[in-house]
Each structure stands twice: as C-alpha cells, then as structure tokens.
C-alpha cells in the first residue's frame, strides 16, 4: 500500500480497483473556516499520521522545539514517558542542546494504564508498567517531556519512582497546553471536575505530583508549531488557484483548550 492523498473535509469517496473518484464534496458555510481537531496532533494520531500534508511526528518535533523556547531549564538531560511524548522531547533536547537519554523502558506486557475503572488501579499499573534505567540519571537534573497531563494522577507515581531511583531534580514540561473545557465534537475527554487544570491543585501542580517545576506549551506555540509547514506550502502554491481553492482556509478547532467552540452550541 501507498500514501495517495487525503480525503479532503466534507468529500465523500469512492475506491475501486480501478480508481478514486470523488462522489461530492459537502460544501463548508461562506467564510468557515476548517476547524481541524488540534489533539489529533498533540495525541490521538500515530505518529506516522499524515494530516493537512505533514506527518504528524514532524509537528510534534516542532511544538518540543516551541517548548524548548518557551521553557527552558537549567538541567542535565531530557527524557520522556515511553513513547508518545518521544517527538517533542527530542525536539526539546535538540532546541536545549541537552542529551536525549531514556530513563525509563516500557514493561511490553501491561496494558494501558487510563482505562483502568479507578484511580488507584491506574496507579498501581504505572509502577508496573515501566522498569528504571537508573544508571542513565542517578544524581543528575532530569526534564521529563510529556505529550499531555490530563488528570495528573499517572505521572506523579513516574516522578516518586524517578526520585526514588537517584534522580536529583525532575522537571516536568508539557508538549501542549492545559486541557480545561469538554469536547462536544465526539472525543471523551473527562468532566471539567476531573481535569486537573480546572481543580485548586493546579496552582500549585508542581508540588501537588511532586516535580521541581511544570510548564505547558501556550496555546499560540502549539498553533504555530501545527501550522506553521501549512502555512509555508500555502504560500508555495499561492499561484496555483486550484491548489489553493483546495486547501482552504487554515483552521484548527482548540475547543478542549480555549473554550473556543467551532460551532454555536444549543445550552
């Protein structure tokens, strides 16, 4: 099998052995612009996903780097929570200098830890999920990359285990931004009550999961880092009417972080 193309917004397809053909394409509104789920890109997507012509590994590289200007800190290495936060957090490393160095290796045969019922089985499956690679960081500053920390209660067993290892300082940075708001988009976030950026704890979240610090990425260096390759093919083909007629509009929907829904929503 190869890449052809993207299904384009609204396009209803047909494949055959012989062909693509395009049925229709469902027209948007006069002046809408695209509202592309921006969490496919922070970490729905496999990372060899293509979206909007660029491979999804490459934006979350960028939006490490982005990162990296926002957030950097005084440390020895930086690693990640095997393995959808890896992107950024080579990304990070490149933009800081710092060596990327795995500090912990998945156990291949636990199961994912979020769709354990309650929080103490979830927690339970962190420390069995993953071994320690002490020697790599017994005695040094370590900046932990996540792709995202939604109710905050998975990654502060990873820092007790890291500290208990020998680590000297852990620093935690995210590779987006505080997810506040629900999605009524059709993807399961958990209730507002339940994020930890709506709960009291989040003022103080460094101590509240036991790290030295915690920065996110803003939400205009997650825009940027996902539509900045868009923009620059945009202006490339910026002659090419039908080109540009196909792509559209940029738009991406940031509803889980912002509030900001790509629709109007009936109370």
Request: hydrophobic share 35%; proline share 6%; with cysteine.
């Amino acid at each position: 099998s190869r890449y052809y193309r993207e299904v384009l917004p609204g396009e209803i397809v047909k494949i055959s052995r012989y062909d693509v053909q395009t049925l229709d394409v469902v027209p948007r509104p006069e002046g809408d612009p695209s509202a592309f789920c921006i969490f496919e890109y922070v970490y729905f997507a496999r990372p060899d996903s293509i979206f909007e012509g660029q491979m999804v590994y490459s934006v979350r590289r960028r939006c490490g780097q982005q990162l990296a200007i926002e957030a950097p800190v005084e440390a020895d290495l930086v690693s990640t929570v095997p393995e959808s936060a890896t992107p950024a957090a080579l990304g990070y490393a490149q933009k800081c200098g710092l060596p990327y160095v795995e500090v912990l290796c998945k156990n291949r045969y636990v199961g994912r830890t979020f769709i354990q019922p309650n929080m103490r089985l979830r927690q339970l499956g962190v420390a069995k999920k993953f071994g320690v690679l002490s020697d790599n960081f017994k005695g040094k500053r370590v900046v932990i990359i996540d792709d995202s920390i939604v109710r905050g209660n998975t990654i502060s067993p990873i820092i007790k285990l890291l500290r208990e290892s020998g680590a000297k300082e852990v620093h935690i940075r995210v590779a987006s931004p505080p997810i506040r708001f629900p999605c009524y988009m059709g993807i399961n976030i958990p209730t507002k009550e339940e994020l930890i950026a709506n709960r009291p704890e989040f003022h103080d979240l460094a101590n509240y999961i036991g790290a030295d610090s915690v920065v996110y990425l803003s939400v205009e260096g997650l825009v940027s880092s996902v539509q900045e390759s868009i923009k620059a093919r945009q202006a490339n083909e910026n002659s090419l009417k039908t080109q540009k007629s196909r792509v559209g509009k940029i738009g991406h929907c940031t509803a889980c972080l912002t509030g900001e829904y790509p629709v109007e929503l009936e109370w």
